[in-house]
T-cell receptor, first 112, second 111 residues
Framework: DVKVTQSSRYLVKRTGEKVFLECVQD?????MFWYRQDPGLGLRLIYFSYDVKMKEKGDIPEGYSVSREKKERFSLILESASTNQTSMYLCASALLNYNEQFFGPGTRLTVL | QKEVEQDPGPLSVPEGAIVSLNCTYSNSAFQYFMWYRQYSRKGPELLMY????GNKEDGRFTAQVDKSSKYISLFIRDSQPSDSATYLCAMSDSSASKIIFGSGTRLSIRP
């Protein structure tokens, strides 16, 4: 079974702090994704990566950056957290078919 | 207008009922249609995956796609309390390079 793990289930940060969210997958998947999930808005793609050190912007990349130094690990960075980044953050991975994504349990981030 | 529209619910039905969950979409280029299920405090998991129009059945679940109406459905027969979850429709075009998700319908099955 594919396992996608995220570093924290719940996180509380202050406005202006730098925040790191980490995601690790154990199935050698090429592709990894970061989404945020908000009520009424569904899942929105922030960034994705199709290979080590490669990244592409999704629909809402502003205020975020990513890092993929190793195939199994994909990090989301909030350079200066703001209250409007309070959300559920979901990481996913996929082998070749983007339609079949395996999700982690999510990190609920609150920015005060 | 959103590319994918999904009624957020909540939808509450008694155990054993047939459940119908639906999404509409506006982009005629969509070719792949998925249903993901998300339990509370968990990430989504792929439940059904179909290509183009038609029906696909898997146990108690049937996915239906009507491309002429730009309408997809997920039917759950003999619903169980364990089916209580949020169901997200998702779709992509022939390149399958990007998925668009619906906002999800919260379903509750009453014992």
């Amino acid at each position: 079974d594919v396992k996608v793990t995220q570093s924290s289930r719940y996180l509380v940060k202050r406005t202006g702090e730098k925040v790191f969210l980490e995601c690790v997958q154990d199935m050698d998947h090429e592709n990894m994704f970061w989404y945020r999930q908000d009520p009424g808005l569904g899942l929105r793609l922030i960034y994705f990566s199709y290979d080590v050190k490669m990244k592409e912007k999704g629909d809402i990349p502003e205020g975020y950056s990513v890092s993929r130094e190793k195939k199994e690990r994909f990090s989301l960075i909030l350079e200066s957290a703001s209250t409007n980044q309070t959300s559920m953050y979901l990481c996913a991975s996929a082998l070749l078919n983007y339609n079949e994504q395996f999700f982690g349990p999510g990190t609920r981030l609150t920015v005060l | 207008q959103k590319e994918v529209e999904q009624d957020p619910g909540p939808l509450s039905v008694p155990e054993g009922a047939i459940v119908s969950l639906n999404c509409t979409y506006s982009n005629s280029a969509f070719q792949y249609f998925m249903w993901y299920r998300q339990y509370s405090r968990k990430g989504p998991e792929l439940l059904m995956y179909t290509y183009s129009s038609g029906n696909k059945e898997d146990g108690r679940f049937t996915a239906q796609v009507d491309k002429s109406s730009k309408y997809i459905s997920l039917f759950i027969r003999d619903s169980q309390p364990s089916d209580s979850a949020t169901y997200l429709c998702a779709m992509s075009d022939s390149s399958a390079s990007k998925i668009i998700f619906g906002s999800g319908t919260r379903l509750s099955i009453r014992p």
